[in-house]
């Protein structure tokens, strides 16, 4: 008696292999110099000199 052959389907075996393609990626980076100018107070005091006359005398009455 004669059998006849079963097919299976086929298998795939696959070997990878990767070849390295460079591409150029730009990142820009911006330097920034910055001069905050922030307001100080300063005081400055005048001296005023003055001239004053007391009189110490009693009280004149009629």
Known sequence: MYTRP???PPRYLVRDCFV???HPI???VVHVNRLNVVNVPRHIYK???KNVIVEH???FYC
């Open 6 to 8: 079963v097919y299976c």
């Open 20 to 22: 390295p393609c460079v």
């Open 26 to 28: 730009i990142h820009p």
């Open 47 to 49: 001296p005023i000199r």
């Open 57 to 59: 005398r009693r009280p």
